[in-house]
């Protein structure tokens, strides 16, 4: 079945370390996105890319790197810049534009 | 710019209660609408959508109609069940302009009691 995939499910890390988040689809989507999401706040996009080899900022992009250097593979990297990086991130893609958004189950960071 | 105000929760009903989550918009020209449900530890689904002003997205029983002059999207369930317990979340994809994001309400948590 095709569908996107994040893992891991839970990632702890210690203050002031680099960690990527994995996003994988199956789906052959062009566009694919990053948003984190807090209690309370909603989703807020962070990256997101509408093809291979090009991404673009959102809007809470400060303390984040991301790449697109395969279709299928969206990874997303907390660095230590990010003031306060733990949060519930969720991985999402479609086809191109006027087509719906299909999200992974996201990945859940904490970081002590 | 875009932006997406819902009520906040957390609400409570008994099962086969009505609901009514209400959602306003802010945006310019004819965006889409969309209502997503978070299940406990998982991503977002899609459950209804609608595209252009007057529209009704119904799915699972859940309905919510596209009101231009009121900008309002409000969601609405005769009926709901303990399994509709979940975050729902208002969303609009702009008309023009920055039209590949999702801009999302804040969320409306719902519990059920049988």
């Known amino acids: 079945d095709g569908g996107i995939t994040q893992s891991p499910k839970y990632l702890f890390r210690k203050e002031g370390q680099n960690v990527t988040l994995s996003c994988e689809q199956n789906?052959?989507?062009?566009?694919m996105y990053w948003y984190r999401q807090d209690p309370g706040q909603g989703l807020r996009l962070i990256y997101y890319?509408?093809?291979?080899?090009?991404?673009q900022k959102g809007d809470i992009a400060e303390g984040y790197s991301v790449s697109r250097e395969k279709k299928e593979s969206f990874p997303l990297t907390v660095t230590s810049a990010q003031k306060n990086p733990t949060a519930f991130y969720l991985c999402?893609?479609?086809?191109?534009?006027?087509?719906?958004?299909?999200f992974g189950s996201g990945t859940r960071l904490t970081v002590v | 710019g875009n932006s997406v105000t819902q009520m906040e929760g957390p609400v409570t009903l008994s099962e086969e209660a009505f609901l009514t989550i209400n959602c306003t918009y802010t945006?310019?020209?004819?965006?889409?609408l969309f209502w997503y449900v978070q299940y406990p530890g998982e991503g977002l689904q899609l459950l209804l959508k609608?595209?252009?002003?007057?529209d009704k997205g119904s799915n699972k029983g859940f309905e919510a109609t596209y009101r231009k002059e009121t900008t309002s999207f409000h969601l609405e369930k005769g009926s709901v069940q303990v399994s509709d317990s979940a975050v729902y979340f208002c969303?609009?994809?702009?008309?023009?302009?920055?039209?590949?994001?999702?801009?999302f309400g804040k969320g409306t948590k719902l519990t059920v009691n049988p």
């Open positions: 945006a310019t020209g004819y965006p889409s």
């Open positions: 789906l052959n989507h062009d566009a």
């Open positions: 999402a893609s479609r086809p191109g534009a006027g087509y719906g958004y299909t």
């Open positions: 969303a609009l994809r702009g008309a023009q302009g920055g039209s590949e994001k999702l801009v």
């Open positions: 890319s509408q093809i291979v080899n090009d991404f």
């Open positions: 609608a595209t252009k002003a007057d």
